[in-house]
T-cell receptor
């Protein structure tokens, strides 16, 4: 069964550094998403991406964040100048054009020290 | 204002019994979608069920059904014949209009007792 994959599973970085979180969505899906979940809290929408551009973003997704689909398979989230409060689980998801079923990857746990 | 409200932070259910997890939502859109996800202790997010606002029938997927009451703006998840493996956090979520931004509730942690 096709699945969304994410790498790395755990990333530790120092405050102020840049990180890139990588995702490979399901191959025939058209919409891609990033969510984050701070430990013990709700899942928060960051951004959706379609046709090589951002379709929607939340207020969390400020200039510190960017997304890219550098090739036909990868979908990346870049976080510049990381802060302690960026520590969270980051989930990538993908869906077909209906968006009724968003399939989540296993997540990348980001720890900023 | 809260868009998705899950009022039960924790629920207990006896194995093999049914359990209802509550979810209410707030939207002024006529077109929206409602979702339930399961998050086991391992952390992954597992899609369970989807209900569109125009769907007249309640959605069902195996042991999961969504009790959709549009006038009350509620979308409760019913799990029948609970199993130990159902112990997890359950999130209700909503997508408004034609967009793809999905808003999640705070979740309900379900404990299934043997």
């Amino acid at each position: 069964e096709p699945e969304v994959t994410q790498t790395p599973s755990h990333q530790v970085t120092q405050m102020g550094q840049e990180v890139i979180l990588r995702c490979v969505p399901i191959s025939n899906h058209l919409y891609f998403y990033w969510y984050r979940q701070i430990l013990g809290q709700k899942v928060e929408f960051l951004v959706s991406f379609y046709n090589n551009e951002i379709s929607e973003k939340s207020e969390i997704f400020d200039d510190q964040f960017s997304v890219e689909r550098p090739d036909g398979s990868n979908f990346t989230l870049k976080i510049r100048s990381t802060k302690l409060e960026d520590s969270a689980m980051y989930f990538c998801a993908s869906s077909d054009y209906k968006g009724n079923e968003q399939y989540f990857g296993p997540g990348t746990r980001l720890t900023v020290t | 204002a809260q868009k998705i409200t899950q009022t039960q932070p924790g629920m207990f259910v006896q194995e093999k019994e049914a359990v209802t997890l509550d979810c209410t939502y707030d939207t002024s859109d006529q077109s929206y979608g409602l979702f339930w996800y399961k998050q086991p202790s391992s952390g992954e997010m597992i899609f369970l069920i989807y209900q569109g606002s125009y769907d007249e029938q309640n959605a069902t997927e195996g042991r999961y059904s969504l009790n959709f009451q549009k006038a009350r703006k509620s979308a409760n998840l019913v799990i029948s014949a609970s199993q130990l493996g159902d112990s997890a956090m359950y999130f209700c979520a909503m997508r408004e209009g034609r967009g793809f931004k999905t808003i999640f509730g705070a979740g309900t942690r379900l404990f299934v007792k043997a």
